[in-house]
Structure formats: C-alpha cells, structure tokens
C-alpha cells in the first residue's frame, strides 16, 4: 500500500497562491488514481481534485474550478495542487489520496490511502 506525506501548506492572503506537494512512497506509483480532499473545522472531508493514473483525466469540485489545478510526476512519485486566487473558504486541512486501479472518484470511501494532512489558512 502505498504511503503520502503532503507538503506546501502555509499562511496566504486573499488572492495569494500555494502549491501542494503529495511525495509518494512503496506500491507502484502508477497504479494509483490520486485526489486531494480538504476538511474545514467543523465540518466533513470534501473532495477538491483528482486525477487518474496517466494524468491524462482530472476532476474538480465546483468551488475550485478554474482556480485550482492538479498534477502528477509517476517518475517523481508526486502528486501536486496548484492553488491560485485563494479564497478565506479555501481555509482547511488538505489531505492526498490514493486509490488502485487507475479512474477519478470524488468520494473519500473510494480512496484507501491517505496522507497525515496540511493546513492551509487564507487571511481576508
């Protein structure tokens, strides 16, 4: 099973930038569909992104289409969350995620793997 150590999180402001790092370890990277889901305090893990195995096919949560963009490196083992014009509701802790057999999912159920998590916070 295949082990995520996220990276990248910080402190914004409004309007700022991040990019998130997801470094994956053990499995074989390329048999992995990759997500990034987010979770504010006080309320569920929802789903921001993902991404299927090749690259070739991405998925986006409504709230950050168009703002946030995902990417993968198989020869780096890497996942990745562009994330520009940053809203204070983009506040949170992102968590990456891993599931076998290759196609985009946007529930956290369908995922089995998962990182420890980073926070970002967006200042007004």
């Known amino acids: 099973q295949v082990q995520l150590v996220e990276s990248g999180g910080g402190l914004v402001q409004a309007g700022g930038s991040l990019r998130l790092s997801c470094a994956a370890s053990g499995g074989r990277f390329s048999d992995y569909a990759m997500g990034w889901f987010r979770q504010a305090p006080g309320k569920e893990r929802e789903f921001v992104a993902a991404i299927n195995w090749n690259g070739g096919d991405t998925g986006y949560a409504d709230s950050v289409k168009g703002r946030f963009t995902i990417s993968r490196d198989n020869a780096k083992k890497a996942v990745y969350l562009q994330m520009n014009s940053l809203k204070p509701e983009d506040t949170a802790v992102y968590y990456c995620?891993?599931?076998?057999?290759?196609?985009?999912?946007?529930?956290?159920?369908?995922?089995?793997?998962w990182g420890q998590g980073t926070q970002v916070t967006v200042s007004s």
């Open positions: 995620a891993a599931r076998p057999r290759g196609g985009i999912r946007t529930e956290a159920a369908d995922f089995g793997s």
